[in-house]
RNA sequence: CGGGGCGUGGCGCAGUGGUAGCGCACCUGCUUUGGGAGCAGGGGGUCGCUGGUUCGAGUCCAGUCGCCCCGACCA
């Protein structure tokens, strides 16, 4: 095998490998734009399977769909200071058009926290108006210094959720129900397990009063947060003047939340359970979930037919919602079509060839552990989605594996470098919510952050590992992404 | 914005001042096909851009633009 046709071993490289995987898998490319991409086909077919399975869970929970503008203009971005000062460096914005200079410059939403305030402002005015849980799918632009595909682009696709409620427990209940949303999301679909938490007060959105959110381990070890939820408060209702009567004839400010997922989950599915050899993808969202490799030989008539008619019924028996591609790509040799599709990480490979069907079988090879085994062509179809099921058990095991074997917890600053010593872990520690304390841990280890404070881990008054002072949380500390 | 590097077919690269080449990919045909095939033939580049030196510039000089990597922001 030629060298040049492998990618980047992971123990080598790892954003090499991830590079490679996503260019050579045809998942997206770098386009003419610095820091923009190109989400190719395969890509977004993806990231449509994972939009589709949250889209249900966010109407589920009794939200609706709809549609701000691209374009914020300059005085509506401002009137929350908190949330103008932590985006003011990331904005792009629109000074010219139809020709001439604009009146008012217009701000590329960096996210639409602003605009949908300032239109809300006049649709809520009666206790009655209340809840109102709304959300929409699009892209937003925020000038990055550093861009990597998926990760970090100047502009993204994501969902970006926003409520309004009458008590701040609503709100607060909120934000639990819409992180958990994305916890099923990340566990249940993608098979990647999941930490809860809060972000500290240096990591939380601009403009909130809390930020929680979920954290994933890649498989070098390094963090990835994918999906924040974020209580707001009256922050933006005050600002933006939002106020409602409530049944008492008082003038209150309602509270509000937003959330969002961006379409770094795929970027999250690639490092999380990709391998030398390519992409592992997940079932639930897998484009294709099963391909029919035919092995057919020019000098054997009476094999090819054999092999084609089990082919032809593999494909006719196909339960409905199995996703099913037939490689019948003629002048390529099999060894080659088995790369190519591991390369895109296709859960199952069922390889049809004459040797096998001599005595009814085909060979069905699973991409996650190369679980390789000869079954009877006969009911076999029926079987997939009970197959693809395994298979996506047998990913989320593996993440989970690896996320409990390079968890350790630590009660000292010491012990928290010694754990980073060998390679990057997931830490948790006792540790307060300050400014002071977060730096001091930050120093400790190269390039180590606080991703959350634990919510799973409830604070037993152990002392903070930076400042010995009984601490309010347990936090989980990792390099990330 | 500071430090380093690079611009030559789609990609990766070679190219000593003398009229542009290799590998991969691509196209055609034949043979092959149970782990990334072989042979034969073929198409494709005003060498980032601008100016200069020279009889002659991919090569030397100046400027300029763009990109990548490393440090200060972030889902």
Not at 19 to 39: F, H, K, N, Q, W
Not at 132 to 161: A, D, M, P, S, Y
Not at 245 to 260: A, E, I, L, Y
Not at 309 to 326: F, K, N, Q
């Amino acid at each position: 095998m030629a060298d040049e046709k492998r990618i980047t071993a992971q123990s080598e490289d790892f954003d090499r490998w991830y590079t490679d995987v996503v260019r050579r898998a045809e998942l997206a490319d770098y386009s003419p734009v610095r820091g923009c991409m190109v989400i190719r086909p395969y890509g977004y077919a993806l990231w449509e399977n994972i939009q589709r399975a949250l889209d249900d869970m966010i109407k589920r929970t009794g939200h609706e769909n709809m549609y701000f503008p691209l374009f914020i203009p300059e005085s509506y971005l401002q009137k929350e200071a908190d949330h103008v000062e932590g985006f003011d460096p990331q904005v792009a914005w629109v000074t010219r058009g139809g020709g001439k200079d604009l009146e008012e410059r217009l701000a590329v939403r960096p996210t639409s926290e602003t605009i949908i305030c300032s239109m809300y402002a006049d649709w809520i005015h009666s206790w009655r108006d209340l809840p109102v849980k709304i959300n929409q799918w699009c892209n937003v632009v925020r000038w990055e210094h550093r861009t990597r595909l998926f990760l970090r682009t100047t502009e993204f696709l994501w969902q970006e959720g926003h409520t309004f409620h009458q008590l701040d427990s609503e709100a607060a209940k909120e934000v639990d129900t819409m992180l958990d949303c994305y916890r099923e999301l990340t566990e249940d679909w993608l098979a990647i397990p999941v930490i809860k938490g809060r972000k500290t007060e240096s990591e939380k959105f601009p403009g909130a009063e809390y930020t929680v959110s979920i954290e994933a381990m890649m498989s070098d070890g390094w963090a990835l947060q994918s999906g924040t939820s974020h209580h707001l408060g009256q922050n933006f209702t005050r600002a933006y003047g939002i106020a409602y009567s409530d049944r008492d004839n008082q003038r209150q400010h309602p509270f509000q939340t937003s959330w969002g997922l961006s379409a770094r989950t795929v970027g999250a599915v690639i490092m999380a359970h990709g391998d030398d050899m390519g992409l592992i993808l997940p079932p639930k969202v897998a484009p294709i979930q099963v391909v029919v490799v035919p092995i057919t030989r020019s000098n054997d008539e009476a094999g090819a037919a054999t092999v084609e008619e089990a082919t032809a019924r593999l494909e006719s028996e196909c339960p409905a919602g199995v996703r099913m591609r037939i490689d019948r790509r003629e002048g390529m040799r099999p060894g080659e079509k088995y790369a190519h599709w591991e390369l895109r990480g296709v859960p199952l490979r069922i390889i049809v060839g004459a040797k096998d069907l001599a005595g009814g079988n085909v060979t069905v090879v699973r991409r996650v552990d190369g679980a390789q085994d000869t079954v009877p062509l006969d009911g076999l179809a029926a079987q997939l989605p009970q197959l693809l099921e395994a298979a996506q058990q047998a990913i989320l095991e593996r993440a989970r594996k690896r996320l409990e074997e390079r968890s350790v917890d630590v009660s000292s600053l010491d012990e928290l470098v010694a754990a980073f010593a060998e390679r990057p872990v997931f830490a948790t520690a006792p540790m307060c919510n300050t400014a002071e304390c977060e730096t001091a841990v930050k120093a400790a280890v190269h390039a180590l952050t606080v991703r959350v404070l634990r919510s799973d881990r409830p604070s037993d008054g152990a002392p903070c590992i930076a400042c010995g002072k009984p601490a309010d949380f347990y936090a989980l500390l990792a390099r990330s992404y």
